[in-house]
Protein backbone atom coordinates (compact mmCIF):
# COMPACT_ATOMS: atom_id res chain seq x y z
CA UNK A 1 0.00 0.00 0.00
CA UNK A 2 1.16 3.49 -1.11
CA UNK A 3 2.44 5.22 1.80
CA UNK A 4 0.78 8.49 3.48
CA UNK A 5 3.60 9.95 4.51
CA UNK A 6 5.71 9.10 1.60
CA UNK A 7 6.91 13.17 1.68
CA UNK A 8 9.50 13.00 4.23
CA UNK A 9 10.56 15.96 6.35
CA UNK A 10 6.79 16.97 6.76
CA UNK A 11 5.11 18.07 10.15
CA UNK A 12 1.51 16.48 10.31
CA UNK A 13 -0.57 18.70 12.24
CA UNK A 14 -3.27 15.72 13.20
CA UNK A 15 -6.87 15.80 14.90
CA UNK A 16 -7.77 13.54 17.16
CA UNK A 17 -11.68 12.80 18.60
CA UNK A 18 -13.03 14.90 21.34
CA UNK A 19 -14.73 11.88 22.44
CA UNK A 20 -16.04 9.44 20.15
CA UNK A 21 -12.82 7.15 18.44
CA UNK A 22 -15.04 6.62 15.47
CA UNK A 23 -14.34 10.37 14.54
CA UNK A 24 -10.56 9.67 14.15
CA UNK A 25 -10.04 9.84 10.15
CA UNK A 26 -8.34 6.92 8.24
CA UNK A 27 -5.95 9.08 6.69
CA UNK A 28 -5.34 10.44 10.54
CA UNK A 29 -5.21 6.69 11.81
CA UNK A 30 -2.54 5.33 8.99
CA UNK A 31 -0.41 8.87 9.20
CA UNK A 32 -0.08 7.91 12.93
CA UNK A 33 1.13 3.96 11.86
CA UNK A 34 3.53 5.49 9.49
CA UNK A 35 5.38 8.87 11.00
CA UNK A 36 9.06 8.85 12.49
CA UNK A 37 7.65 10.09 15.56
CA UNK A 38 5.15 12.17 17.36
CA UNK A 39 4.90 15.12 19.54
CA UNK A 40 1.89 14.96 21.79
CA UNK A 41 0.13 17.10 24.73
CA UNK A 42 0.18 14.13 27.01
CA UNK A 43 2.33 11.06 26.37
CA UNK A 44 -0.35 8.56 28.86
CA UNK A 45 -3.48 10.40 27.00
CA UNK A 46 -1.91 9.38 23.69
CA UNK A 47 -1.32 5.44 24.86
CA UNK A 48 -5.08 5.14 24.56
CA UNK A 49 -5.56 6.59 21.38
CA UNK A 50 -2.31 4.69 20.00
CA UNK A 51 -3.58 1.69 21.49
CA UNK A 52 -7.19 1.87 19.69
CA UNK A 53 -5.19 2.09 16.43
CA UNK A 54 -2.63 -0.54 17.19
CA UNK A 55 0.89 0.94 17.13
CA UNK A 56 2.84 2.00 19.33
CA UNK A 57 4.97 5.22 17.87
CA UNK A 58 8.08 6.90 19.55
CA UNK A 59 6.20 9.85 21.37
CA UNK A 60 7.94 12.95 23.36
CA UNK A 61 5.99 15.24 25.03
CA UNK A 62 4.80 18.72 23.60
CA UNK A 63 3.63 21.29 26.18
CA UNK A 64 3.76 24.95 26.45
CA UNK A 65 6.64 24.45 28.75
CA UNK A 66 8.87 23.01 26.49
CA UNK A 67 7.20 24.32 23.43
CA UNK A 68 10.29 26.48 22.33
CA UNK A 69 12.79 23.51 23.00
CA UNK A 70 10.65 21.02 21.30
CA UNK A 71 10.38 23.59 18.00
CA UNK A 72 14.46 23.41 17.47
CA UNK A 73 14.69 19.79 17.73
CA UNK A 74 11.18 19.21 15.38
CA UNK A 75 12.67 21.28 13.11
CA UNK A 76 15.74 19.67 12.81
CA UNK A 77 14.56 16.15 13.05
CA UNK A 78 12.03 17.60 9.81
CA UNK A 79 15.31 18.95 7.88
CA UNK A 80 17.08 15.07 8.68
CA UNK A 81 14.25 13.76 6.27
CA UNK A 82 11.78 12.43 9.20
CA UNK A 83 8.26 12.34 8.97
CA UNK A 84 6.64 13.54 12.51
CA UNK A 85 2.93 14.36 13.87
CA UNK A 86 1.93 16.89 16.09
CA UNK A 87 -1.06 15.93 18.01
CA UNK A 88 -3.11 17.10 21.23
CA UNK A 89 -4.80 15.22 24.16
CA UNK A 90 -8.28 15.95 22.42
CA UNK A 91 -9.60 17.52 18.97
CA UNK A 92 -7.38 20.22 16.59
CA UNK A 93 -3.53 20.81 17.67
CA UNK A 94 -3.27 24.75 18.63
CA UNK A 95 -6.98 25.24 19.28
CA UNK A 96 -6.76 26.66 22.78
CA UNK A 97 -3.56 24.07 22.54
CA UNK A 98 -0.33 24.17 22.33
CA UNK A 99 1.52 23.91 19.15
CA UNK A 100 2.05 26.83 17.25
CA UNK A 101 5.22 27.78 18.12
CA UNK A 102 6.08 24.35 16.94
CA UNK A 103 4.18 25.25 13.95
CA UNK A 104 5.98 28.94 13.13
CA UNK A 105 9.69 27.47 13.92
CA UNK A 106 8.71 24.88 10.84
CA UNK A 107 7.07 27.74 8.38
CA UNK A 108 10.58 29.77 9.18
CA UNK A 109 12.65 26.78 8.39
CA UNK A 110 10.99 26.24 5.21
CA UNK A 111 9.73 22.49 6.31
CA UNK A 112 6.09 21.49 4.83
CA UNK A 113 3.84 21.60 7.54
CA UNK A 114 -0.05 19.39 6.82
CA UNK A 115 -2.90 19.68 8.07
CA UNK A 116 -4.78 16.64 8.50
CA UNK A 117 -8.53 17.60 9.76
CA UNK A 118 -11.02 16.17 11.93
CA UNK A 119 -12.60 17.24 15.05
CA UNK A 120 -12.72 20.32 17.00
CA UNK A 121 -15.10 21.50 19.34
CA UNK A 122 -15.46 25.11 18.46
CA UNK A 123 -16.72 24.04 15.09
CA UNK A 124 -18.60 20.91 15.94
CA UNK A 125 -20.06 23.52 18.47
CA UNK A 126 -21.15 26.42 16.49
CA UNK A 127 -22.56 23.96 13.34
CA UNK A 128 -25.26 22.85 16.05
CA UNK A 129 -25.80 26.04 17.59
CA UNK A 130 -28.25 27.62 15.12
CA UNK A 131 -26.32 30.68 15.17
CA UNK A 132 -24.63 32.64 12.45
CA UNK A 133 -21.17 31.35 11.20
CA UNK A 134 -20.55 33.62 8.60
CA UNK A 135 -18.92 35.85 11.40
CA UNK A 136 -17.84 34.59 14.22
CA UNK A 137 -15.16 35.26 17.24
CA UNK A 138 -13.33 32.36 18.69
CA UNK A 139 -12.88 34.15 22.79
CA UNK A 140 -11.58 30.51 23.49
CA UNK A 141 -11.20 30.11 27.94
CA UNK A 142 -12.24 33.15 29.62
CA UNK A 143 -10.16 34.34 32.78
CA UNK A 144 -10.99 32.44 35.35
CA UNK A 145 -11.55 34.67 38.28
CA UNK A 146 -15.23 36.75 37.80
CA UNK A 147 -13.57 39.99 37.97
CA UNK A 148 -11.22 39.74 34.77
CA UNK A 149 -13.81 37.31 33.16
CA UNK A 150 -16.93 40.37 33.84
CA UNK A 151 -14.32 42.92 32.34
CA UNK A 152 -13.54 40.98 29.45
CA UNK A 153 -17.20 39.90 28.68
CA UNK A 154 -17.97 43.66 29.06
CA UNK A 155 -15.55 44.66 26.14
CA UNK A 156 -16.89 42.11 23.91
CA UNK A 157 -20.63 42.38 24.53
CA UNK A 158 -21.02 45.31 21.74
CA UNK A 159 -19.40 42.91 19.13
CA UNK A 160 -22.13 41.86 16.51
CA UNK A 161 -20.95 39.05 15.67
CA UNK A 162 -21.65 35.25 17.25
CA UNK A 163 -19.62 34.81 20.13
CA UNK A 164 -17.57 31.18 20.89
CA UNK A 165 -16.23 30.50 24.44
CA UNK A 166 -14.85 27.17 25.84
CA UNK A 167 -14.90 26.59 29.02
CA UNK A 168 -13.69 24.52 32.16
CA UNK A 169 -16.60 22.00 33.72
CA UNK A 170 -16.63 23.62 37.29
CA UNK A 171 -17.20 27.23 36.05
CA UNK A 172 -19.97 26.58 33.71
CA UNK A 173 -22.72 28.04 36.62
CA UNK A 174 -20.46 31.24 37.19
CA UNK A 175 -19.75 31.99 33.45
CA UNK A 176 -23.50 31.90 32.07
CA UNK A 177 -23.99 34.28 35.51
CA UNK A 178 -21.74 36.55 34.13
CA UNK A 179 -22.83 36.48 30.31
CA UNK A 180 -26.17 37.25 31.95
CA UNK A 181 -24.99 40.15 33.58
CA UNK A 182 -22.78 41.45 30.72
CA UNK A 183 -24.71 40.71 28.11
CA UNK A 184 -28.47 40.31 29.03
CA UNK A 185 -30.79 37.77 29.81
CA UNK A 186 -32.09 37.50 26.83
CA UNK A 187 -29.72 36.64 24.28
CA UNK A 188 -29.98 33.69 22.09
CA UNK A 189 -27.16 31.20 23.08
CA UNK A 190 -26.62 27.46 22.53
CA UNK A 191 -24.56 25.21 25.27
CA UNK A 192 -23.27 22.21 23.76
CA UNK A 193 -22.01 19.89 26.61
CA UNK A 194 -20.34 16.31 25.97
CA UNK A 195 -20.08 16.48 22.36
CA UNK A 196 -19.79 12.82 20.42
CA UNK A 197 -19.71 11.21 24.02
CA UNK A 198 -22.63 9.44 25.75
CA UNK A 199 -23.96 11.78 27.81
CA UNK A 200 -23.77 14.53 24.88
CA UNK A 201 -26.56 17.54 25.25
CA UNK A 202 -27.23 20.53 22.69
CA UNK A 203 -29.39 22.88 24.46
CA UNK A 204 -30.38 26.09 22.65
CA UNK A 205 -32.33 29.04 24.77
CA UNK A 206 -31.77 32.36 26.26
CA UNK A 207 -28.24 32.95 28.33
CA UNK A 208 -30.64 33.46 31.33
CA UNK A 209 -32.64 30.29 30.17
CA UNK A 210 -29.41 28.43 30.19
CA UNK A 211 -28.66 29.50 33.27
CA UNK A 212 -32.31 28.47 35.17
CA UNK A 213 -31.73 25.01 33.50
CA UNK A 214 -27.68 24.77 34.86
CA UNK A 215 -29.16 26.15 38.04
CA UNK A 216 -31.79 23.23 38.39
CA UNK A 217 -30.50 20.55 36.74
CA UNK A 218 -26.40 18.99 38.32
CA UNK A 219 -25.54 16.76 35.55
CA UNK A 220 -25.70 19.84 33.09
CA UNK A 221 -22.56 21.31 34.97
CA UNK A 222 -20.35 18.21 34.69
CA UNK A 223 -18.48 17.50 31.68
CA UNK A 224 -16.87 19.54 28.63
CA UNK A 225 -18.99 22.36 27.34
CA UNK A 226 -18.93 25.24 24.58
CA UNK A 227 -21.01 28.30 24.79
CA UNK A 228 -21.72 29.68 21.55
CA UNK A 229 -23.81 33.13 22.16
CA UNK A 230 -25.46 35.61 19.39
CA UNK A 231 -23.53 38.86 18.99
CA UNK A 232 -25.46 42.03 19.94
CA UNK A 233 -28.55 42.46 18.09
N1 LIG B 1 -8.05 21.49 20.71
C1 LIG B 1 -9.35 21.14 21.21
C2 LIG B 1 -10.36 21.23 20.09
O1 LIG B 1 -9.99 21.12 18.92
O2 LIG B 1 -11.55 21.38 20.36
C3 LIG B 1 -9.74 22.00 22.40
C4 LIG B 1 -8.83 21.85 23.57
S1 LIG B 1 -9.26 22.86 24.93
C5 LIG B 1 -7.87 22.61 25.97
C6 LIG B 1 -10.47 21.91 25.78
C7 LIG B 1 -11.86 22.57 25.74
O3 LIG B 1 -12.50 22.24 24.52
C8 LIG B 1 -12.80 22.09 26.82
O4 LIG B 1 -12.62 22.79 28.05
C9 LIG B 1 -14.15 22.37 26.21
O5 LIG B 1 -14.49 23.72 26.32
C10 LIG B 1 -13.88 22.03 24.74
N2 LIG B 1 -14.18 20.62 24.46
C11 LIG B 1 -13.30 19.63 24.19
N3 LIG B 1 -13.95 18.47 23.98
C12 LIG B 1 -15.26 18.72 24.12
C13 LIG B 1 -16.45 17.95 24.03
N4 LIG B 1 -16.40 16.64 23.75
N5 LIG B 1 -17.63 18.57 24.24
C14 LIG B 1 -17.71 19.88 24.51
N6 LIG B 1 -16.62 20.67 24.62
C15 LIG B 1 -15.42 20.11 24.42
Redesign the pocket.
Known sequence: MKRLSDIHGSLYVI?TP??NFSDLSARAAQLLKEVDGVYAEDTRTSQALFREIGCNPAVQSLHEHNELERAKQVVKRLQGGESLALI??????L???PGYRVVAACHDAGVPVVPVPG????VA?LSVSGLPTDHFCFEG?LPARSGPRQKRLTEIAKWPHTLVF???PHRIEATLADMVLCFGADRPATM??????RFETIRRSTLAGLAEWVAEDSNQRR????FSCAGRA
Open positions: AIGSDAGTPISDACALAFYESAREISKGEVV
